[in-house]
């Protein structure tokens, strides 16, 4: 259960990296102002999902 909810986390946050990029490329920004928006966003969610996730282990236990 533990590997599954890690892996939904990469999941979310590889599509929020997605998103970030297509919304920075569709608002006319240059490719690497964009890879640079999606690693943001990547590192954004991985932290928040990965901080939710342990205070929800933590509390399960």
């Given amino acids: 259960m533990l590997v599954l909810s890690i892996v939904l986390a990469m999941v979310l946050s590889l599509l929020a990296a997605g998103v970030a990029f297509a919304i920075a490329r569709w608002g006319g ?3 690497p ?3 640079a ?3 943001k966003a990547f590192a ?3 932290s928040v999902i990965s901080a939710v996730l342990v205070v929800v282990i933590t509390v399960l236990k």
């Fill in 29 to 31: 920004s240059p490719v």
């Fill in 33 to 35: 102002v964009c890879i």
């Fill in 44 to 46: 954004t969610s991985l």
């Fill in 37 to 39: 928006a999606s690693g």
